[in-house]
């Protein structure tokens, strides 16, 4: 059986428990472990690795794909052995832990970290923990669930411990495509055009020699924790759905549209599980996590093909999908989130992207990270990488949040992740606003009339005018533009009286 | 004379005077023009324009490649012509009439306006008017020392202007590379693998018969009006000497450095120079713009190939570049500012980006345009481009401003056009802040420790304290966040009593 799955024969010497594998994994080392949205994560080792620190405490800058599931974070955080975490999280404990500066997280384009270790501009990995469905003929690591950042780390660490779960589908293997750029200054183009364009390997390349243990574990994958869609995201899915119909009759798209790509979270999954009733078909996807919806379009015959790093489901959708895993395989490939998410390909292929914000401005200015403007939520994630690049950048998020107490609408965000040059549509269930070629001011009338909360829109009018008094490119009352969020701080509302 | 120009003989039946061409542009047309930092714009037809309009008003929305010289934009403006206008300017009564709400400016990213053209996203070019040095046998526009946005405008637009400049020298031809990205859904890389790579053709390929008019014009290009070195900015390039020398040392590059880019202006154009003295060799550029220092520097033979979208030099270095631009050119090449500026090119390459900011703040935000967090200065220009996708993306600055009433370092920026996950390297006379890998907190340590001028050393360190008692990842105090940029708004001044 496990011959089946380590097909390398001399690496059935390195079997060895989690324990010893843990052990292996020194005071002050930086890892780095698989796992991105919640999937395919190294699950084993880490919970040794806490184990062993609750005696013997230790602490290490711990380096992932994306967000970790089976409470990984949590566990690690409440054992101190996280001392440096990236590029994202979005676990509640780890999330305390960073805003009382007791973990320091370097919050990271998704795209970008490998590049920074590739360039010995960070750390290097000591360690990489790599869950895996099969170690090929030859020595390659089959990954399961996600790449996200495995392939390179893996490559560029000393020694890699291999974390094979019996549980995860053997049907998994061939659904990957590991293609790592070439270095500098030797650097050519990613070939990819089109979302199925396969370019590189099914399976992780290493020297065998470097694999120093390999573990057996069987837990599966967290499930997603999305909502169903409710009354405000059908109706932002609405909005958006009438924006591309616009687009498709001025004849700047097909009935095909571009490719998509929707962030994770239960809201962008809601607008492209609307996607389901529109007159859209023969849609494709070119993003970094696939959930529900994209299964949904399958299944519905209106998406031929989707390529991402990671399939992060429900726990119905994993019934559904796993068993017959091998039907859906030439729809999909899985790339290291370096590839999915590259500006490169993201350019090239011209993507209409999905995000979802946390605020947003009169201006368009985009906060996706940081509740108050100083409290970290999960990250900036991928939504950075897309929203540059994307052929039309969307951000969507209901209008209030809190039963009204915030206005996801604000004079100036208090944090800003996206700058009103990367920001071309705003929506909430509210309504929509196109902001493409529109000066600042411009911008602002119609976020006012179209996306605001009609609690708020008085409010919001009587700022953007009490602005316009003093003038400029970007009209501002300086002493008043984060006085809402000062409001909700103080006063629980941003609601003034 | 002029057939040796016109090449394509039936143009010459198009030899039109500017007024005549002028009265081609109509009331509320979108006119596309060449210009890109202040070289090679239309100067004849657009001055007539004005003429015109002073006596039949009309407006047009005016698209360039960035800034223009010979005062054309204030011409404009004076004239009431300019109604709308992007993506970048620097000409200081457009610059009010902008700030007064009077001419709508769209400030975008500069590699980005001609996709959002192509693909039909903003109001379509009507007339392009393009300043050529030639035009060739088979009807193709050669330009002159600029490329920026005039073969997408020439080839997207129904007709086309030409301006043959004859005080332009003809060895100008051969220089430019032009090379359009395939429309979606077959677009393939743009195979530029090195400063160096060829892969256009040497003029704007269109077919003749949209060239409406040709109209021959002999005024020069205006020369830069950058400052000389001084001690400051002497202090800054040393840092970032010793920065790269730390980075050569550590195995991370060559003294060949990586391919380096330059923003426009005094600073950078002073710290590249300072690589005159440097113990690098062999270098490469890959920017928007080819200043003093550029041939300077392949005068002192450090620099072996610059590839930009423009040049401009100083009225001196004008008279000894132009006659020897033929010597030069197998130096050099001159892009569309699409190319020069395109993500995929710029992170392939690995450059490293050395650009202006006009303020950041104590976590690494960059501000770039906005005076007082209203008002626009320039424009974010190719600044975003760059620095998003750079392999090391520096901000320079001096660290005070106005004899010290304002600091270049501040709790929080007043506007945000480069986030801090775009930020590696802060650089201000007073020292050097290198923020990759790490955490919000303690990037402000050392910002401040290095950075800030020591008359507000300890009021921002004052701030950082208070912030933290707040906590969070990335502590403020929000009612205190701008509180700098009020002070200096009502007392002249952001030092505290």
């Known amino acids: 059986m496990l011959r089946d799955r380590i097909r390398y024969p001399r690496l059935l010497e390195k079997l060895a428990t989690a324990d010893e594998a843990a052990a292996m994994i020194e005071d002050g080392m930086t890892i780095g472990m698989s796992g991105f949205t919640r999937a395919g994560e190294a699950k084993a080792v880490p919970m040794a690795l806490a184990a062993r620190a609750r005696k013997h405490p230790l602490k290490i800058t711990l380096m992932t794909g994306a967000s970790l599931g089976n409470d990984l974070d949590k566990t690690l955080v409440e054992a101190h052995v996280t001392a440096r975490r990236m590029p994202f999280q979005s676990d509640p404990t780890l999330r305390k832990a960073i805003n009382a500066g007791e973990v320091m997280f370097i919050d990271q384009h998704l795209s970008e970290t490998v590049e920074l270790l590739r360039t010995r501009q960070i750390s290097p990995v000591d360690i990489a923990i790599v869950e895996a469905v099969a170690i090929t003929e030859n020595g390659g690591i089959v990954p399961t669930t996600s790449v996200g950042n495995s392939a390179s780390f893996a490559i560029l660490a000393d020694k890699v411990i291999i974390e094979l779960n019996l549980s ?202 940081h509740v108050g403007g100083t409290h970290m939520m999960n990250g900036i994630g991928g939504s950075g990488d897309f929203a540059r690049n994307a052929y039309l950048s969307v951000f969507v998020t209901k209008s209030i949040a809190k039963d009204g107490a915030i206005s996801s609408v604000v004079p100036m965000v208090s944090h800003v992740d996206h700058t009103e040059h990367d920001v071309d549509i705003l929506i909430t269930e509210q309504g929509l606003a196109d902001l493409r070629g529109l000066a600042p001011r411009e911008r602002a009338a119609l976020i006012i009339r179209n996306c605001v ?18 003038g400029g490119h970007t009209p501002h009352v300086l002493e008043e533009a984060l006085s809402w969020h000062q409001a909700f701080r103080n006063g629980k509302t941003m609601l003034k009286a």
Chains 1, 2 share one sequence.
């Open 168 to 369: 995860q589908p053997i049907t998994l293997e061939g659904l990957h495509d590991i293609y790592i750029p070439s270095k500098r200054p030797s650097r050519m183009p990613i070939p990819i055009v089109t979302p199925e364009s396969r370019v590189g390997l099914p399976y992780i390349p290493i020297p065998p020699e470097k694999i120093a243990a390999i573990v057996v574990s069987e837990k599966v994958d967290s499930s997603s924790t999305i909502l169903p869609p409710d009354e405000d995201t059908k109706a932002i899915a609405n909005h958006l759905t009438d924006l591309l119909l616009h687009e498709v009759r001025h004849g700047r798209m097909g009935h095909d549209l571009q490719p998509l790509q929707a962030g994770i979270g239960t809201i962008a999954n809601s607008v492209l599980h609307g996607f389901l009733d529109s007159p859209f078909h023969d849609l494709k996807m070119y993003s970094e996590v696939l959930q529900d919806s994209t299964f949904e379009l399958i299944d519905a015959g209106k998406m031929t093909f989707a390529s991402a790093s990671s399939i992060t489901l429900s726990a119905e959708m994993y019934q559904r999908v796993l068993p017959r895993l091998a039907e859906y395989k030439h729809h999909l490939l899985l790339r290291p989130q370096e590839i999915s998410n590259h500006p490169e390909v993201i350019r090239r292929l011209g993507l209409i992207s999905i995000n979802t914000a946390l605020e947003f401005d009169i201006y368009g200015n985009v906060n996706s990270t």
């Open 453 to 470: 909360h009609p609690t708020y829109r008085d409010q919001l009018s009587d700022y953007f005018s009490d602005a316009l008094k003093r």
